[in-house]
């Protein structure tokens, strides 16, 4: 168990954990704005992709804007050129590690929502992405599956997982398959607001989520980090 370990907890004004280093950071309003104003990078686009996304009332499925700049880094830094995202919604996410990927860079999108993914089309279209993504509107575990039967299997470098969380497992036992070794899969919200850690709650899509974290734990074919970021991001190395 990890606690606080630093700072007073007599001095006036200074509480325990003052300095805290020993875990990550809360963020206040104010210093998430902060964050925001001194390392976002987002363009007029995609800010306009997100405000689109944030009348839909699904709105709150949109990955946060520092989490696709940071999923872009992540697929520059691991040099990716085929990608998966299960889980499309209104396409933020393709369209940040889209335009991260080279001219011959490519995802395989994933998503059951003819209505969303119309969105999604438009804006991957006028960035100039579209000839890189390739959407399959059908259940995603199909969909992994054709890869897998055309021989795919370890040829992909970067995964993104944001679909339904009762299915996580199956999609993250397909998606090892076809990453190489070295490839890297992304999996969303498994911090799941906090719900995860809340004995209290027994829905099923917490259930999957928790059953998911612990598999993944002593999952020894993959490197391993539960990031809190956004709503919980897992990233797992394929060894
Ligand atoms: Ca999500």
Redesign the pocket.
């Known amino acids: 168990m990890v606690l606080a370990g630093c700072g007073s907890r007599s001095g006036a004004g200074i509480t325990r954990g003052t300095h805290m280093s020993t875990r990550s950071i809360s963020l206040t309003d104010a210093l998430y704005d902060y964050l925001l104003s001194v390392s976002l990078r987002e363009s007029e686009l995609q800010r306009r992709l997100r405000e689109e996304t944030a009348a839909n009332p699904m709105s709150r499925?949109q990955?946060s804007p520092e989490q696709g700049q940071f999923m872009a880094l992540l697929a520059r830094l691991i040099g990716a050129r085929r990608c998966i995202e299960v889980?499309v919604f209104t396409g933020y996410s393709s369209l940040a590690v889209a335009l991260a990927l080279p001219a011959d860079g490519r995802i395989v999108a994933c998503d059951v929502s003819e209505e969303w993914t119309a969105v999604a089309r438009r804006y991957w279209a006028e960035a100039g992405v579209a000839q890189k993504i390739d959407l399959r509107l059908a259940p995603a575990l199909e969909t992994l599956d054709s890869l897998l039967a055309a021989g795919d299997g370890g040829s992909f470098d970067f995964a993104f997982i944001?679909a339904d969380k009762t299915n996580y497992l199956g999609y993250y036992e397909r998606v090892l398959k076809l990453l190489r070794p070295g490839g890297l899969v992304a999996v969303?919200?498994t911090l799941w607001t906090g719900r995860v850690a809340d004995p209290e709650v027994a829905d099923p899509d917490t259930v999957a989520l928790r059953h998911f974290n612990e598999r993944l734990h002593h999952d020894d074919r993959v490197d391993l980090s539960l990031l809190p970021v956004?709503?919980g991001l897992t990233l797992a190395r394929k060894k």
Do not use: A, E, Q, V
């Open positions: 499925m990955i889980g944001d969303d919200n956004g709503d």
